[in-house]
């Protein structure tokens, strides 16, 4: 769900790029064909580019485990936990509470064009229609302006002179021609999708002059009087278009193209404005293309439970008193994570290196009966470091390296415990793992 309120997001903010870059470079220009298929090409892209994710292969960079030893570093460790994990309920909340808004918006668009196109198909059956000039003209009774779908022209033959019919005729041949009944479909679709921006309902509005500007072109260079033609826009200036999905002769762009008619071309050259686009693309891309910039890192059970020895071995009076997850603490009788495996064993146990390493960390500064007393660290292959506390003594030394099943101390009792044993805990790749799945003790539990 989160993955796809960032990818409306995103699609959203390249929108709105591209559509700046528009107004400011392309929007005054006369190339109107061109705008249009800018325009049409900006909001494909924009929903492209999220989807796609390109990965850089790098070296995956080496991450230190580092273990929580300290009792009260880790109520704090649990405490703050338990706040993230409020936040992240909070935030859970949250993305189902816009999620909710977001599909409410997505029916009551899907309703509202729905109704429109409901619209339309009863004026069609509602209606006389007459077929001229590969129009199937649709004759309404309603005061609206003419206006168009696929291959319909809707107009009032009563409000509609001889001289007029035969311009608007023309001019709605070209919406058909020139398919501007799809483009406006294509954007009502991606318009249900991202309804909450705004920019998409700017490049609708762009859109549609780029229609009008195509069609009143068209009329002119065929040939139709100039001054008449825009006689004959003033002249249904007082219409307005009914339904979503169709191509208006008048609108309120009455103006705007009556300017685009007398407007001087622009030179070629200004389609070198164009060259503008690729490094939005580029951003674009770099921005939100780029979803993974390292390798993927290795599986956890990369390695197989031969390449460990348990670092107790079997023997009376030895056996696992508890495992990792969740479980009742015995000294502070409330349920916490437990890290790592617990072996209960007689003091004086020697205790093994499960693998090959070198000792990282000899804890030589322990307050007895806090913490985890004495312990040791090693750092083995594989991105795994293995944890050995409350010891009773050491028989190795920071820095030194050790080989499987190298003695490397005692059982004991040094930290908060209630007997001698052995605390044993795995991290790999900066990640607590379940000690038990490196290891095949011959030990009960």
Known sequence: MSEFIQYLIESSVCMAAFYLLYKIFLARDTFVMRNRIYLLFSVLISLLIPIFSFSINQEPTAIVNQFALDPVYEFKTDLVGGMEVVKESFQIETISVLFLVYLLGVVFSFVRISKHLIGILKTISANEIEIKQNLKIVSVQENTSPYSFFRYVFLNPRLTSESDKKHILLHESVHVKQFHTLDLIFVEIVKVLIWFNPFIYFIQRSLIEMHEYLADRACITSGNDRIEYQNTLVRNIEGRMNFLLTSAF????????????????????????????????????????????????????????????????????????????????????????????????????????????????????????????????????????????????????????????????????????????????????????????????????
Not at 357 to 385: C, E, L, Q
């Open 250 to 445: 008048n609108s309120s762009l009455t103006l705007k193209r009556i300017k685009m008619i007398k407007k001087i071309k622009s030179s070629y050259l200004s389609n070198l404005k164009l060259l503008a686009v690729i490094p939005v693309i580029c951003l674009s891309i770099l921005c939100f293309g780029f979803k993974d910039m390292n390798m993927e890192k290795p599986t956890l059970l990369s390695v197989t439970k031969s390449d460990y020895k348990f670092p107790i071995e079997a023997g009376n009076n030895v056996k696992i008193t508890s495992v990792y997850g969740k479980r009742m603490h015995p000294i502070l009788k409330k349920e916490k994570f437990h890290r790592g495996v617990d072996v209960a064993a007689p003091m004086g146990t020697p205790i093994y290196a499960v693998a090959d390493g070198v000792v990282k960390k000899v804890n030589s500064k322990f307050t007895k009966g806090k913490g985890y007393g004495r312990f040791i660290i090693i750092d083995h292959a594989d991105g795994i470091s293995s944890l050995y506390s409350q010891m009773a003594s050491y028989s190795v030394k920071e820095g030194e390296k050790v080989k499987k099943g190298e003695k490397i101390g005692t059982v004991g009792s040094s930290g908060i415990s209630t007997g001698p044993h052995l605390h044993f805990e795995f991290k790999k790749d900066g990640e607590y793992v379940d000690p038990m799945k490196y290891l095949s003790p011959q030990i009960a539990q």
